[in-house]
C-alpha cells in the first residue's frame, strides 16, 4: 500500500456495524488498483524508495512491509477482521492451531512460572505442555474445567496462565469464563481461552474479560476442511511479546492460507448458525433413541450447564457427543454402519464427521485418565455439519440399527 495514495471512500466506513457485516468487510484496505476482492500478495520481501526509507521502515519508524516473515498485507487483513470480531486490540496469525498455543506461552512465560491447565484439552496441548514446556522449566498442574474453587486453590505465587478450552471436547463441558477471569487476575494471572468450538460467532472470552484468545483457524474459521492456520488475539501489551516471539521463531501464516480464511470469515456467522441448528436437531433426536444412554450437548436442558451456555454462549455449537449400548463394540457397529458421514477425527468442516474418541483422540491416554475424564468406551463424537438434517439423522439411524 503506497503511503502516498489514499483510499478515502474506498475502504468501507465499518463504525458500529455488527459482527456479520465485520466478517464480510473488517481488515480490506485497497491498493490503488481499486480491487473490490482481497488480493493474494505472494512475496517474500518489499522494496523501498531509498536507502533512507528503507532505514526507516527497517528501524520502525515509518508503516510497512519489510518481510513477510514480520508482516504481510493478505495475513494482515486476516488478523484486522479477526481482532475486530474477537473484540481485540490486535490479533497476530499463525501456522497452525497449535502454534498459536506455542507462541502465547514461549512469549509471556519464563523457566520457574507455574501454568494451569484444564484437564479436558486438544491432545497436542497437553503434549505441548508436558513433553516440551516441561522441559523448559515451565511448571504445569491441570484442573477439573468447571470446578472453579478448584481453580482458585491451584493457583500459586508463580501461576502466569491459566488455560482453557470452553465447551471442552469431546463432553462440552463449560466454565464460567467471566469468573474465572476474575479469579485469575485476583492472583495476578493471565487467562487464556482456546475458542476453537465456539468461534467469535458464539462467544467472544476477551469481552468475557479473558486476557487472550488463541484458534486453530484449521477448524471453523476455514470452514471447509482446506488449510491449516491458527490465531492469537488480545490486548497490546500482551500482543506485542506474542508477536515479537512469531516474528523471530517464523511459524507465521502463509498468504494463501490467510486468503482463504478471509473467504472462510465471510460466511462464519451463516455456517455457525446452520451447524448449531443441525446439532440441536440431532442431539433432540438422540436423546429419544432407545440405544442411546445419553448425549452430551449444552443445547439440551438436560445439560448440567445448560443456563450458563445460554447466558456465556450465543449457539450451542456443532459437537454432538453421546453414548450407546454395548461398549466399545456398540460404538465401532454405531461408526461403522453410517454410508454418508465421514469416520475421520477432523471437525469444523461442512462435511460431518464421526469418530470413537477412546480409540483415536484419546487413545493415548491411560484406561484412568479416560475414566477421570470421563471418555467412555461407549462413547462416540459427531461433529455436525452443512448437510440436508434428514439425510443425516438416516445415516444415524443406520448405526442405531446396527446396535
Ligand atoms: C485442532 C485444535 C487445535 C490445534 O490446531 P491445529 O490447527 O491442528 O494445530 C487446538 N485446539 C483445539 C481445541 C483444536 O480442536
Known sequence: MSQDWDAGRLDSDLEGVAFDTLAVRAGQHRTPEAEHG?????????????????????????????????????????EERIAALEG???????????????????????????????????????SLFEKYFKRFGVEVDYVPLADLSAWDAAIKANTKLLFVESPSNPLAELV???AL???????????VVDNCFCTPALQQPLKLGADVVVHSATKFIDGQGRCMGGVVAGRGEQMKEVVGFLRTA???????NAWIFLKGLETLGLRMKAHCANAQALAEWLEQQDGIEKVHYAGLKSHPQHDLALRQQRGFGAVVSFEVKGGK??????????????????????????????????????????ESAGIRDSLIRVAVGLEDVADLQVDLARGLAAL
Open 38 to 78: 482481497d488480493p493474494m500478495f505472494f512475496t517474500s520481501s518489499y522494496v523501498f524508495r531509498t536507502a533512507a526509507d528503507a532505514a526507516a521502515r527497517f528501524a520502525g519508524e515509518v508503516p510497512g512491509n519489510v518481510y513477510s516473515r514480520y508482516t504481510n498485507p493478505t495475513v494482515r487483513a486476516f
Open 88 to 126: 481485540a486490540e490486535q490479533a497476530v496469525a499463525t501456522a497452525t492451531g497449535m502454534a498459536a498455543i506455542m507462541a502465547v506461552v514461549m512469549s509471556l512465560c519464563s523457566a520457574g512460572d507455574h501454568v494451569l491447565v484444564s484437564r479436558s484439552v486438544f491432545g497436542s496441548t497437553i
Open 176 to 178: 464460567d469464563i467471566a
Open 181 to 191: 477471569a476474575e479469579i485469575a487476575h485476583a492472583k495476578g494471572a493471565m487467562l
Open 250 to 256: 517464523g511459524p507465521t501464516l502463509s498468504p494463501f
Open 329 to 370: 463394540e456398540g460404538a465401532w457397529r454405531f461408526i461403522d454402519a453410517t454410508r454418508l458421514i465421514s469416520i475421520t477425527a477432523n471437525l469444523g468442516d461442512s462435511k460431518t464427521t464421526i469418530t470413537h474418541p477412546s480409540t483415536t483422540s484419546h487413545g493415548r491416554l491411560s484406561p484412568q485418565e479416560r
